[in-house]
Nanobody, 123 residues
Framework: VQLQACGGGLVQTGDSLRLACAAS????????LGWFRQAPGKEREFVAS????????SYTMSVKGRFTISRDNAKNTMYLQMNSLKPEDTAVYLC?????????????????WGQGTQVTVSS
């Protein structure tokens, strides 16, 4: 199983980025999916999750209203649209897949992890 995240970069405060996570070698529509992030010197934290069919989403409070998680099961790809970016959003963003069909905010519930993509927001 492979999860490949991409789309990160260096942006300014208020800019937008769209991350993508492409999956291979798994039955994509069986898995809930999530985005997590880890800033330097900090613990990995939950950002957003989406259910296996895309009908249910969940966000951490700090990104609600700014980030949108979505998925395209036909393309085996998940997305994270990030708007109104802030310096505190700077982190490595990782995608993950879980057999919990609703997705989860708990890292321990995830079975597969991608390698991450760096997002840096300058002030």
């Amino acid at each position: 199983v492979q999860l490949q995240a991409c789309g990160g970069g260096l942006v300014q405060t208020g800019d937008s980025l769209r991350l993508a996570c492409a999956a291979s070698e798994l039955t994509f529509s069986n898995y809930g999916l999530g985005w997590f992030r880890q800033a330097p010197g900090k613990e990995r934290e939950f950002v957003a999750s989406i259910s296996n069919r895309g009908g249910s989403t969940s966000y951490t409070m700090s990104v609600k209203g700014r980030f949108t998680i979505s998925r395209d099961n036909a393309k085996n790809t998940m997305y994270l649209q990030m708007n109104s970016l802030k310096p505190e959003d700077t982190a490595v963003y990782l995608c993950a897949a879980t057999l919990f069909p609703s997705g989860s905010s708990y890292m321990s519930h995830y079975d597969y992890w991608g390698q991450g993509t760096q997002v840096t927001v300058s002030s």
